[in-house]
């Protein structure tokens, strides 16, 4: 079964600086997907960056980046330029092969404080 | 796009009653959505997937009768808490999959608001 691991329960940074939240996964499928999702106090689910595993580019929407290493199994995500608004609970998910049929993996996410 | 609701997004209910939950994708059509459940500073926990049309699948531990799933259209699921007790307030969330030729990728889900149930 595959897993994820957030090893970082929790995370502050100054605004405008830069933060990366660690992620690691198990699984034995060579094809899948990644995500991060962001959940603000309301507790909507945002997603906010997801890349495909057969794709060597790493992911970027416009302040938020990932460093996806494949064959170490590491997915972290970089938030540049962080923003009050940042402050948020920070899921990593994994999702198998077949796609939007298949359930999320989560982590046990990581709480960031962007601090003024 | 990609906007999903659900209804109501608090609701409080008296032990023994039952309280449907519904989840609408408000803006794409979706094959699956799916149901979870968080408690306070924890990470979601599936409970179960809903394929619109057939019978859902639950994860293990999650007692079928008690969260009947009914996925009547594309845009509509619905997650009843039957005979409810303290033990199942939480918080619900569902998300949807897009279908094929939406202009939304297909192997994402997106998540509704959630709905805090508390049963007195």
């Known amino acids: 079964a595959q897993t994820v691991t957030q090893s970082q329960p929790e995370m502050s940074v100054q605004e405008a600086e830069t933060v990366t939240l660690s992620c690691t996964y198990d699984t034995s499928e060579s094809n899948y997907y990644l995500f991060w999702y962001k959940q603000p106090p309301s507790r909507q689910m945002i997603l906010v960056i997801r890349q495909e595993a057969y794709k060597q580019q790493n992911a970027t929407e416009n302040r938020f980046s990932v460093n996806f290493q494949k064959a170490a199994k590491s997915f972290s995500l970089k938030i540049s330029d962080s923003q009050l608004g940042d402050t948020a609970m920070y899921f990593c998910?994994?999702?198998?092969?077949?796609?939007?049929?298949?359930?999320?993996?989560f982590g046990k996410g990581t709480k960031l404080t962007v601090n003024p | 796009g990609a906007v999903v609701s659900q209804h109501p997004s608090r609701v409080i209910c008296k032990s023994g009653t039952s309280v449907k939950i519904e989840c609408r994708s408000l803006d794409f059509q979706a094959t699956t959505m799916f149901w979870y459940r968080q408690f306070p500073k924890q990470s979601l926990m599936l409970m179960a997937t809903s394929n619109e049309g057939s019978k859902a699948t639950y994860e293990q531990g999650v007692e079928k009768d008690k969260f009947l799933i009914n996925h009547a259209s594309l845009t509509l699921s619905t997650l009843t808490v039957t005979s409810a007790h303290p033990e199942d307030s939480s918080f619900y969330i569902c998300?949807?999959?897009?279908?094929?030729?939406?202009?939304?990728?297909?192997?994402?889900?997106?998540f509704g608001p959630g709905t805090r149930l508390t049963v007195l």
């Open positions: 998910a994994f999702m198998g092969p077949q796609g939007g049929s298949e359930k999320l993996v």
């Open positions: 998300s949807a999959s897009p279908i094929i030729d939406q202009q939304l990728e297909t192997d994402t889900q997106y």
